[in-house]
DNA sequence: TTCTTACAACTGGTTAACCAAATATTAGCG
DNA sequence: CGCTAATATTTGGTTAACCAGTTGTAAGAA
């Protein structure tokens, strides 16, 4: 019998050993802010890895700001205490792909903001477009096809509306994995769409009035039905 | 004289050129969901780069779930539509680094909910854990040394203890912008430190206590300083 | 000894060659 | 002509070689 399908991918196991390994020797070494990591040929060796996945692990680790690679120069420890060092990598180290109650409680968040945000700052052409996805959502779901995509556009037109550019990045990076756990879990099925359009456009005519409280308020009742149909098939 | 270091560097640049172009072409040659884009070594030749751009800007479109690419066989146009397709296309070419306006705002909205769900789901462990970083915290400054990242390690100890993956993560990402932004507009100088620690600390109480509303509304205040602070050296 | 300088070794970054699997093509049989 | 099987080609993924710049070393002059 075959093996599931491992919820990890193994490359991205092997790096948070790496990281892991990294750590051990920040500390085994007592390095400190400024001091020179070994080579990546080196670490690759030592590690019993490619150097490919050693450098994938420090870039990662330079993402959050811990290490710092110069070129032709070396890889050097941040300007960071220790202790401090010690707990960034242990959270990074924890980082999960996110269970869908966080997905969800956090999209909830952060559109409950946005829509209240794009009715005090969107622009002409701001409404336009979120009128056009509006329209898209609409028609495919009409037609009876599947618009789990369109209807996620709706919402990211919102966001883009708000006129805060890190939400809009928040929004794009946890729409994929909505995606996916709506096909995963059967959410939003057809006699949901009907609904779902009533909702849309009643979210769209208070950003158009500039009516951020009553948007916040819309897009509350909209989440609801979606909260409800969520913890019906999962506990919570 | 020498030029201002790029805002953007030439590598991201030429990346955003890559995924404009290969938007072009979907439009272009009508490619619908499932549909197979010419191969990386075509694109590098037609696009005049190197395949390990086109590959970059492939795994970018596949992080978002436009493209999905499958070894020995090619890379496919996702199941999306062609309007829902050249929308997110735009909006991920239009990802810039984020404004410092909207990191604080987005950071503020975070931390007054996960202050929240700490004070409802915190562990005795993760109490313990946001002790020590207060303490850390506490002695840094009052060393007199610089205490901003053992200043944030204490907001990312709460957002762990949050127990929200997302929010946790979300938290972790911005952190290192909101560390270089903090030195690059010297935000946070001595004198606020001692005020610091006494918000922290009742932030803390609030947590322990398990009082929600109470270590919201302490975060508020923490806050409120540091929005003044913002605004004063930056126009909003 | 001390400072300068030429040179060798090492660094992170990049490129081109290589790999196995999937696919397209063609040869051969019925 | 129709179908199968063998083969050649193409694919995304991976590895090893290469590059230019930096750094450590030591030789040589003052």
Redesign the pocket.
């Known amino acids: 019998m075959k093996l599931e399908t491992p919820i990890i991918s193994d ?1 991205k196991k092997v790096q948070n050993e790496i990281i892991a390994k990294i750590k051990e020797l920040i500390n085994y070494k007592n390095l400190e802010p400024g001091d020179k ?6 670490l690759s060796e030592k590690f019993g890895v ?1 150097r ?1 996945n050693v ?1 994938e692990a420090i870039q990662k680790l330079e993402f959050y700001g811990l290490l710092k ?7 050097f420890v941040a300007n960071i205490g220790v202790i401090a060092m010690n707990g960034m990598i242990d959270d990074i180290l924890r980082l999960e792909s996110p269970d869908f109650k966080s997905l969800v409680e956090t999209r909830i968040l952060l559109e409950l903001k946005t829509v209240k945000l794009a009715s005090l700052r969107r622009t002409e052409k701001d409404l336009k477009l979120i009128k056009e996805a509006l329209d898209a959502y609409e028609e495919k779901v009409l037609s009876g096809q599947d618009a789990v995509q369109e209807d996620l556009l709706f919402h990211l037109a919102i966001a883009k509306a708000s006129g805060n550019s890190t939400m809009n990045t928040f929004m794009l990076t946890i729409t994929p994995q909505i995606i996916i756990d709506f096909e995963k879990y059967h959410v939003c099925d057809k006699n949901q769409a009907a609904l779902g359009i009533r909702e849309h456009t009643e979210i769209y005519q208070a950003i158009k009035a500039q009516r951020p409280d009553l948007a916040k308020q819309k897009m509350k009742d909209h989440f609801n039905v979606l909260y409800q149909y969520c913890y019906k098939s999962k506990s919570a």
């Open positions: 490359s990591l070994p080579s990546e040929r080196m490619t490919g450098r690679s110069i070129p032709q120069s070396g890889t």
